[in-house]
């Protein structure tokens, strides 16, 4: 049940421009969270399922670099990939282009604790693992 | 320990700015809220202790007027009041200007339910009708 | 090239629930802003064509009420139609529910000034009424 | 007119949480923002200034580590430092920890490039220059 890249196509919002004209720094982080949810959905492990099941996958570290501009209405296309980092933690990879025309727009990582409900660490369990190292394969 | 009219003084920031150079419109019901913990903490009761006491007041109803521009860094002024909204609801009153020059930029309203932490409708306790009774006296 | 009521179907993200474990209340306006931009491309004016002719339409009043729930990842179905409000202004109409249930989440309006780049009003362009005043006649 | 570390003190808003119960990862980003605002600021030169110069400094690079929990209302302390980095950008490292009890929250940097208005790089100016490398200094 695991898998590789996820595309995810989608638009930008007014909401999320700036008075730059082009999107505001901190929404790539929200879009690399949709892309880890239709990954996860991908993946056969929705993460309503996840935390139904008792485990989240908080944000521990993220990292972004900005490539180019993307104005409102622009359709991007979102690569995501992912993988365990360590025994612990899991990593989502992922690259923002243009969709039509391929031209980068945002590349990055987040680093994810797996924890309980309260947000403590637990080990991963056993259902957990293949998901994440299934991918690496591909 | 009811309370009138609350003054907040706040910037706009950056990422609250669309392509049009001015605030991005669905900011206001943000700035509405930071008002309404402002104010009720000038009621004595801040939200938090609200919250801890078992009760909640998720807005049910919401109207903004903009009224004018604001851009990056400006310093806004909100003026903030509070009552009774019939016997089962509360209604906060909001209008932002800009400190300086005392130009409108919104205005508006936001009616909250009276409820318990799982969401659902309780009759409002004692202790809270007199925080938000009072402030219509004032 | 006017068009009545237009559908649009996303999912809650998971930046835009809040710790009462629903959407936050201002992300309302930022799907009704989503829905325009769906409605304005199924009229045949996207917004972005209509902004490169030198014609915006910022929000000047909006209203929502809230009706239900709705959870991170709940599919939901906006339905958005439009008119003109007067002769210098329009108005957006929208409903959004769970897509599965039909379970009412909010509803509401966005009123619209007809300016220049420059965001100040303008009459509304011969192009531009007939896209709205089709709408409200069917 | 240089300066060093500038420190800025908020809460976190209603509209920062998630249904985890603490802040969304993204809002770090939106923070770290008004950190670099007030920086400018304490350093004779704010950004609105630097914008009327012809100067921007949009982002390249952030990067976050979160260490740990911050709930709303909750007080925060941000320390903020800036410094060239290269010849032709800067960076700004801040750290986020509870106003009272130190405890930390969030910390990362942002790289940014010196742009004109139309985004395209140019060559530090003369005036800008001590603004971040004074500060290395102290």
């Known amino acids: 049940m695991a898998c590789g890249e996820h595309r995810v196509r989608f638009r930008v919002r ?3 421009t700036d008075q730059m004209g082009t999107f505001y720094n ?3 982080l929200e879009w690399f969270e ?24 908080p944000v ?14 622009d359709e991007l296309e979102m690569r995501v ?14 690259r923002i282009s243009q969709a039509h025309s391929g031209q980068g727009v945002a590349e990055g990582y987040t680093v994810h604790a797996v924890t309980g409900i309260d947000g403590k660490p637990v080990r991963p369990p056993m259902w957990l693992v ?6 690496s394969e591909q």
């Not at 949709?34 to 996958?57: D, I």
């Not at 521990?60 to 209405?73: F, N, T």
């Not at 293949?130 to 991918?135: A, K, N, T, V």
């Open 14 to 16: 007014y909401s999320e």
């Open 34 to 57: 949709c892309g880890r949810t239709e990954w996860l959905r991908g993946a056969g492990m929705p993460y309503t399922e996840m935390e139904t099941r008792g485990v989240c996958l």
């Open 26 to 28: 901190s929404r790539v």
């Open 81 to 94: 990939s992912a993988g365990m980092s360590g025994k612990a933690s899991v990593r989502f990879d992922v």
């Open 130 to 135: 293949p998901i994440f190292s299934g991918s």
């Open 60 to 73: 521990i570290e993220a990292h972004v670099r900005y490539l180019g501009r993307a104005r409102y209405d």
